[in-house]
């Protein structure tokens, strides 16, 4: 077994369990317990994916060592294909990461996690609204098509309240409950940012989405003059022409 030393004056660390261990949870336990001393700790990374065995048990022994790094400026926190993870794993996660009032930059991805419905990540971003000092948020709820609906949708109405927001990144690829209705809430919401500089977003393979969308997309458009640089993915919407994907 790799043995893992990590100094307490480190500012920079990653940990990444993108493989089926049979003690995933002791492992998270063992590995992250040192976090409790990186009081200097600036940058974190922690990737599960794959993970057949990880569950809420291993989220909250993780959450509880890294509630200390009171200055963490940068997280980026990734669950894929995690299917013993539920809402309890992300109420876990929420005590910790709003306490910390200096995050700058926050990356989420949670994807293809069969039991965790969409009341926790609306609880998730509602909860990150209260952390006024964010600037970077990417946040990639691709291939979730168990259980999103039009409540996540509706809980993105709180970004608008991320005051010093200015890179968004928002990946709902494959995300087969998303419908035009949905595009034009969330335009409508993103056209509120007015410092917003960078907008990336991802509705590829979203099979319900139709050209009406995209015209809604272009007319929002013309109200983000603030805007520095936007990306538009996509790909695979079949109800798309070709004229309205150009």
């Not at 060592?65 to 940068?74: E, F, G, I, P, V």
């Not at 997280?75 to 996660?93: G, H, Q, R, Y």
Request: glycine share 4%.
């Amino acid at each position: 077994k790799e043995i893992i030393y990590i100094s307490n004056t480190s500012e920079k660390l990653r940990l990444d369990f993108s493989y089926y261990y049979r003690n995933s949870n002791l492992e998270i336990g063992s590995v992250s317990r040192p976090l409790s001393r990186l009081r200097r700790l600036k940058n974190f990374t922690l990737h599960l994916g794959a993970n057949g065995d990880v569950s809420d048990i291993g989220i909250n022994i993780f959450s509880k060592n890294l509630r200390l790094a009171k200055d963490l400026l940068q997280l980026d926190f990734s669950v894929k294909k995690c299917m013993k993870i539920s809402n309890k794993a992300i109420e876990f996660f929420l005590t910790t990461v709003t306490t910390f009032r200096k995050l700058s930059k926050i990356t989420l991805t949670i994807s293809e996690c069969c039991c965790l419905a969409d009341i926790g990540i609306i609880s998730l971003i509602r909860s990150l609204s209260h952390i006024t000092t964010l600037e970077v948020l990417n946040l990639d709820l691709s291939q979730n098509f168990y259980n999103l609906n039009m409540g996540l949708i509706d809980s993105l109405e709180m970004v608008p309240r991320y005051e010093s927001l200015k890179s968004l990144h928002l990946n709902l690829f494959h995300s087969k409950g998303i419908i035009d209705y949905d595009i034009s809430k969330l335009f409508s919401y993103f056209s509120q940012l007015s410092i917003l500089e960078t907008f990336f977003i991802d509705i590829g393979a979203c099979f319900q989405v139709s050209q009406d969308a995209i015209n809604t997309i272009l007319s929002q458009i013309g109200m983000m003059s603030f805007l520095k640089s936007l990306f538009l993915h996509l790909d695979y919407l079949p109800k798309i022409n070709e004229i309205g994907r150009a």
